[in-house]
Each structure stands twice: as structure tokens, then as C-alpha cells.
């Protein structure tokens, strides 16, 4: 029988495929080579290696990392990260069972996202708004109307932070009906844009424009950038953590509880008050561009709700 590879040319095997075939990212990739890492390292302590370790090393290294203070979703999470790793070298015969298949994960609380409710929502938009028209110089109104325009595109498409502050200077151009989105694994998906997400561009755009403008007229390097968010960082667009220290900040002029509100919230937002108002899930995971139906499920509470009200208020036989 042929040797096997060492431990850390397996995981870069299974690595390797899951960017070939899943299309993972690098910050995907990055945290799957931690993770196994990790357990490498763990069974070399007791002289195993992941080619030969069995079900109770497995076991082991769950427990081991209890010990060390892991909280639950971080075992399971390592698990899932193992299992996928024995599935594909069962797959490839490089093993000839797979030690993780009966392992059952860590139970965990189902854990519900935070969601800011239409009017809390409509609070914040109203005080982006009053900003905008507060200004008192062209750089205050710029940068209130350029948290408008992030506001306005995360609740009326749901998209990620790190997609809404990459987005293109095309996504402005005053035809588009919809927004090409490229998402995880380079995966793109359409969402479409409402008209007040459009006016709230076109307005910060303008005024980006004119304060761009040197004094020999000429637009300068920020106000042509290929971003529509730009900035004069590294990535040459607005970070993500920029975005969510103006939303804090805005969260407290509009009397919200600063830990209340964040992008991924808003997110939240966009995706439960679709749901409340008769959207169907698929839809739902489409638009958010969640690849398993499963990871949009967490919002099923809204729906479990929804189908109670309905069935309370049609049913012929409810009690009134």
C-alpha cells in the first residue's frame, strides 16, 4: 500500500477542493486550514496523525477543546470542519472509513438574529434623512448623504457589508432596476433596487461629484473612482468598519440602543420584514444569496408567527 501524505498535504488536498469545487473564498479557506490545523496538532501530542486517527481520537480532541474554554459553537463548528475533511479523503480512498460519520455534534440553543422592528427601522431612516438636510458644510452633507445611501441599499436589498461597500459606481447609473451583486465564492446574484435606494444614490452621487471638482474644474481621482463608496484606503472603498461605527452613531441621534443596531441587523431587518409580509423563503435565501436553504431557516420564527396570525384571523373556526 502506498504511504500516505502527511497530515498538512491532506488538509491542503481537501482545501484545495473545496476552492475548485465550493468556489470558498480565501477568508473561508483561511479559517478551515485553522481549524485542522489545530486538530493536527492536537493528535501529534499523542503520536496520532489525521491519516490514522480513529473515532475515540476524535472524541478526544471535542472534549480537549471543552477543556479549553470553547464555547459550543465553536466545537461545533471544528467538527463540521473535520467531517467534511474524513468525507473527502473517504471519498478520494485515501482512507478507508471515515471515523467522523458517527459522531454527533455538541446540542446547541437555536440562537435568533437580532431584528430592529418597521419602525425602529423607519426612526433610523428618518434621522439619515434630517442629516442630510442638517448639514452645514458640503463635507457634512456629503458623508450624511453617503450613510442615507448605505441605509437605504441595505434595508431595501439585505445585502452583506463587505458586498454593499464593494459595490461598483455603476450600481448609480439612473436605468438600473436591479444590482448585480457578486457574493461568497464569486457567486453572483440579481437584487432588485426600490426607487427610494435609487433617489438616495443619485443624491449622494451628485454631491460626490461636486465636491470632487479641483479648482481647474477638472473631477478629482475620489469622485471617478470605480467604487461607489470610495475612500482614500487601501481597498480604495469605504470599510465595514467605518460603516458600523456612522450606524452606532446614527443609532443614538435616532434613540436607539447603539448594541441595537449593525449592518448584519439591518440585514436581518430587510430579510424578517420580507417574510412578515408574505414572502416566500426561497425567495428570501435567494436574495441574500444564501447558498443552503438551511442557514435561512433561522428565520422560520417569523414565519411560525405569521401563519398563527393567519389562521386566528381566517380560519373559520378560530376563536374570536
Known sequence: MAKLPPDDRLIELFLDMIAAERGAGENTLTAYRR???????????????VAGAGTDDIRGYLHSLSKRGFATASVARRLSAIRQLYRFLYAEGLRGEDPAAIIEGPRRGRTLPKVLGVKDVDRLLASARKAVAAGRSAGERLRAARLNALLELVYATGLRVSELVSLPASAAERSAR????RGKGGKERLVP?????????????????DSGRGADGKPAKIATSKWLFPSFGDSGH??????ARE??????????RAEQVSPHVLRHAFASHLLHNGADLRIVQTL???????????YTHVLEARLKSLVRDLHPLAET
Open 247 to 256: 450606524l452606532k452613531t446614527l443609532a443614538g441621534a435616532a434613540r436607539l
Open 238 to 243: 469605504l470599510t465595514r468598519q467605518h460603516f
Open 178 to 181: 436591479m444590482l448585480v451583486v
Open 35 to 49: 481549524d485542522l490545523a489545530d486538530f493536527s496538532d492536537t493528535l501529534a501530542r499523542t503520536r496520532r496523525t
Open 288 to 298: 441574500l444569496g444564501h447558498a443552503d436553504i438551511s442557514t435561512t431557516q433561522i
Open 193 to 209: 433596487l426600490n426607487d427610494a435606494a435609487k433617489i438616495a444614490m443619485r443624491d449622494y452621487r451628485t454631491l460626490l461629484a
